[in-house]
């Protein structure tokens, strides 16, 4: 499998998922201005969508979508925990996470990114994401992960939109259960591993 990446955007989700499984598989990075690889393939012709994460399987057929391809790629080591059997309704609970963390963090921090938008947008964008900070907290409890003591894919894809509060301003402080989250996602190997080799990827 290919991973289609660029660091720290959104694949680090799948990224840190398929070190979570111990998956083989190679990454390709891909500059998002220029929308080229780094063998200066055009990712146009990859994926016409022209974002990140995209997964190239062994077969050649191309899934997009971070919530699918993390789904995909928990399937296929079930025994992994990293999400609960399909038809269950604990799986059906992660993909209201998914789908949560997908419209109401994800795309909120959007905005945040451009330069040009106005500052009332901004203003009213960091509300609207301390909202939501405020309602995970309070779904969570005390259980250590979103969807009690299992560590999930859902987490991934929460921790991944959680990193970028720093880049934009977005202060974590009035929430301290995240912050102590973060911490335990960063703790694991399989994070500090992903996270090291997105590093040494934008340093080359």
């Known amino acids: 499998m290919k991973l289609y990446f660029s660091p720290g955007a959104c694949s680090l989700s799948p990224h840190i998922v398929l070190r979570e499984l111990g998956l083989p598989f190679e990454t390709v990075q891909v500059d998002l201005k220029t929308k080229r690889t780094g063998d200066g393939s055009d990712f146009w012709k990859i994926n016409p969508k022209g974002y990140v994460p995209t997964l190239q399987l062994d077969d050649g057929s191309i899934l997009t979508e971070g919530p699918a391809i993390v789904q995909y790629l928990a399937d296929l080591k079930p025994a992994s925990g990293l999400a609960p059997a399909n038809g269950s309704f604990a799986r059906y609970r992660l993909q209201e996470w998914l789908n949560f963390i997908s419209t109401e963090?994800?795309?909120?921090?959007?905005?945040?990114?451009?330069?040009?938008?106005?500052?009332?947008?901004?203003?009213?964008?960091?509300?609207?994401?301390?909202?939501?900070?405020?309602?995970?907290?309070?779904?969570?409890?005390?259980?250590?992960?979103?969807?009690?003591?299992?560590?999930?894919?859902?987490?991934?894809?929460?921790?991944?939109?959680l990193t970028w509060a720093a880049y934009v301003g977005v202060d974590l402080a009035p929430f301290p259960a995240l912050q102590a989250y973060m911490q335990r996602v960063e703790a694991r190997p399989a994070v500090r591993a992903t996270l090291a080799a997105e590093r040494d990827a934008k340093k080359a």
């Open 105 to 161: 963090l994800h795309k909120q921090f959007s905005p945040l990114f451009n330069p040009a938008t106005p500052e009332p947008v901004k203003q009213a964008q960091q509300e609207r994401l301390a909202m939501r900070f405020g309602e995970i907290v309070a779904a969570m409890g005390s259980a250590p992960w979103l969807m009690g003591d299992a560590f999930t894919v859902a987490d991934a894809y929460l921790y991944t939109v």
